[in-house]
């Protein structure tokens, strides 16, 4: 034990020390208090007024031709001589004035972009999207919709063409624009337009129903593991992933993809009347510079090229409907795009052109 012998004239001293510690330690507890109330009104706010906010997303719109008119300003300011500039800028002018004067007002082209999933639930956005421009929409205005999908779910995509089929029912022209690939529940979208146009190495048709579903039943048999299922209806279910599949539940199951094989069909033949649909309806997927001879698509174009003609006649705006996502979503949503891109990767190293 080592004790310290304090002189007594440092006392006074010491005793100020702990008078200041105590004055100091009192201050930032008052000065705590005070921050945490403030906080707890602040959260209290913000509880209150994001209870107040409506679930639902909200519509965005962007005119794609005046950043298409702001972008050749800018390349014009660069790259000509001041004059021939200048010379450009009262041109321009000009012609607004004009415009102005003699009333005239372009027509509307609305864009929407459209890459589906699996199961299609980016239809939530796309109907919203459709009722937007069917509510303001002029008897000059038309709609293009980006389609970007492989297929998926017959529910899905099925819901995904009726929506665009509104935009028909209610006389807006509508043409869909395929960059990459509308295949199978994409070209089902694809084809309900008045016109289609496709990239030359873009993918379309695909004009089949697939369906697989794997069975583990000798696993489990080998194992001693038994499984039950009941059903009330004889077809309630025809294959199963545990149980032991029969000859006549694999018939069945047949039996519904041709039905829906030639719903499908029937489905097209509606929309593109002069199309060959035995000739193209056999599962099969074709290029655009190909499709276009099997009747498919109407003319090979790149969505670029086709709103770059837009622009001279109409005003292009893109209409977007986004959904408010949760903080669970926007994680799933981040893994998911992850393993795609590392997926796409993968498949990039062991495929070349």
Same mark, same amino acid.
């Given at each position: ?22 004055? !100091? +330690? %009192? ?9 945490? $109330?403030?906080?707890?009104?602040? *959260?209290? &706010? ?110 899905? !995509? +099925? %819901? ?9 029912? $209610?006389?807006?022209?509508?043409? *869909?624009? &395929? ?131 837009? &622009? ?42």
């Amino acid at each position: 034990v080592i004790t310290v012998k304090i002189p007594q004239d440092c006392h006074p001293c010491m005793e100020r020390v702990l008078e200041f510690l105590y004055e !100091y +330690g %009192l201050f930032l507890a008052k000065a705590v208090t005070i921050v945490v $109330a403030i906080l707890a009104v602040v *959260i209290f &706010v913000l509880a209150a007024s994001m209870k107040n906010k409506s679930d639902k997303g909200e519509l965005r719109l962007t005119d794609i031709s005046d950043e298409l008119m702001q972008l050749k300003h800018q390349l014009k300011e660069e790259l000509l001589p001041k004059k021939q500039f200048k010379a450009y800028e009262k041109q321009v002018k000009a012609a607004e004035k004009a415009a102005e004067k003699q009333n005239l007002t372009k027509g509307k082209v609305f864009v929407i972009d459209f890459k589906g999933s699996i199961d299609a639930n980016e239809v939530a956005s796309l109907r919203e999207e459709v009722t937007a421009i069917i509510t303001i929409a002029d008897k000059d205005d038309q709609v293009l919709v980006n389609v970007e999908s492989g297929g998926g779910m017959v529910h899905g !995509y +099925g %819901l995904a063409s009726s929506q665009l089929d509104r935009l028909r029912q $209610a006389n807006i022209p509508l043409s *869909i624009c &395929v960059d990459k690939v509308a295949a199978s529940g994409g070209y089902m979208m694809a084809c309900v337009a008045n016109k289609v146009y496709a990239a030359p190495f873009a993918i379309v048709g695909s004009i089949g129903v697939i369906a697989q579903i794997p069975n583990f039943n000798r696993l489990l048999k080998n194992h001693d593991i038994d499984y039950e299922q009941h059903t009330a209806g004889n077809f309630k279910r025809t294959l199963t992933v545990f149980g032991e599949n029969t000859d006549e539940g694999r018939a069945k199951f047949q039996q519904e993809l041709e039905e829906t094989h030639v719903l499908f069909k029937e489905f097209v033949g509606r929309y593109r009347p002069n199309m060959d649909i035995a000739k193209v309806a056999t599962g099969e997927h074709w290029y655009g510079q190909q499709a276009i001879d099997l009747g498919l698509i109407d003319a090979v174009s790149t969505s670029d090229d086709v709103i770059l003609d837009l &622009v001279n006649t109409h005003q292009v705006i893109k209409i977007q409907y986004q959904m408010k996502k949760k903080l669970a979503d926007k994680i799933a949503h981040g893994v998911s795009l992850s393993v795609t891109t590392m997926m796409n990767r993968f498949a990039e190293r062991n495929q070349s052109v």
